[in-house]
């Protein structure tokens, strides 16, 4: 326990009032007769503290804020004529993507309907195996002969390959044929395959059908992104609103890989289908869906229709890059 001194002024009371006792003192007759011995001055009075307060005589320390950029704090600030500007590197862009990602117009990745392949494979010795039911040495697929015959719908020829010895682990066709066809989206083709034993005799086996909602193939005219009627508009292929959602996913991947490759290329729509007056209808609803998706004027997406039979109905988005 600390002790503290602290100055003390009684004023001096007439000798018939009574002093009335200090704070911590008894007020005892030793105390009154050591203020007369004294003459009549009071004693130095000492009061001791309880403990429960510290006395503290040291100031706190100075504390002046400064901002160090005081100065040149004004011309930091930003120039917002240049954050509203447009940069001439951004404007195409910006014309033919989406603002927000969580938006119907961004490219959706997991649309699978065009292949990234350049052409449709054709495992040669896979089918020879197959038929023979077992794995073939490479001295005895080397006696083997075969052939590859791809028939359209009516049973026609459309094309063929041929060779001997070692049939080849894939073949990949363009999808085109001498005659400069191309194959068409939403016609059926057949892969017959025929191969040659080392003793003259033939075995031939069918593959699965070559059946494509859509086919990229580029011509003298431009790309084309044939897209299958029935797809679009159903099976009748009458329909002159897009069916859902088969042909407006459809739709939707054509878009999609216009977006990732060849954005800015205009564009004609043209519809192949049972009277001009359906084909109209039915290249206006893609020319809406195609205006929507990749963000152009109407300007760059022409269309025309044209009359044509069952077999040969289909819409057809060509990129005029040509």
């Known amino acids: 326990m600390k002790t503290a001194i602290l100055p003390l002024i009684l004023v001096a009371a007439s000798a018939s009032a009574q002093t009335p006792p200090l704070p911590g003192t ?45 100065t040149i704090r004004p011309s930091l600030k930003p120039d917002e004529n240049l954050l509203l500007a447009v940069s001439p590197l951004t404007v195409s862009w910006r014309r033919t993507h989406p603002e927000i990602l969580m938006n119907e117009r961004v490219i959706q990745p997991w649309r699978t309907t065009f292949s990234q392949r350049s052409g449709i494979g054709f495992k040669i010795k896979e089918q020879l195996e197959s038929l023979l039911g077992g794995k073939l040495e490479p001295k005895e697929a080397r006696k083997w002969g075969w052939s590859l015959t791809i028939a359209d719908e009516e049973g026609r020829v459309f094309h063929n390959y041929s060779g001997s010895g070692d049939p080849p682990d894939e073949l990949l066709w363009s999808g085109q044929n001498e005659q400069g066809e191309w194959v068409r989206a939403g016609r059926s083709y057949s892969a017959v395959y025929t191969f040659t034993s080392p003793d003259g005799s033939p075995r031939t086996t069918v593959g699965k059908p070559l059946l494509f909602k859509g086919i990229v193939h580029q011509e003298d005219t431009g790309l084309h992104i044939s897209l299958d009627s029935s797809a679009l508009f159903g099976t009748s292929k009458n329909a002159s609103e897009l069916q859902k959602p088969l042909g407006e996913d459809l739709l939707r991947s054509a878009a999609d890989l216009v977006k990732r490759k060849y954005s800015g290329i205009p564009i004609a729509v043209r519809v192949f289908a049972n009277t001009k007056e359906l084909g109209d209808a039915q290249a206006k609803a893609i020319q809406d869906v195609l205006l929507r998706e990749l963000m152009v004027a109407v300007r760059h997406v022409s269309v025309d229709a044209t009359r044509a039979p069952f077999s040969d109905q289909r819409a057809e988005i060509v990129l005029l890059n040509r």
């Not at 009154?32 to 009071?42: D, E, F, T």
């Open 26 to 70: 008894t007020g005892s007759a030793p105390a009154a007769a050591s203020a007369a011995a004294s003459g009549g001055m009071p004693a130095e009075i000492v009061i001791k503290a309880d403990g429960s307060s510290k006395l503290n005589d040291q100031k706190p320390p100075l504390k002046i804020e400064v901002d160090p950029f005081e």
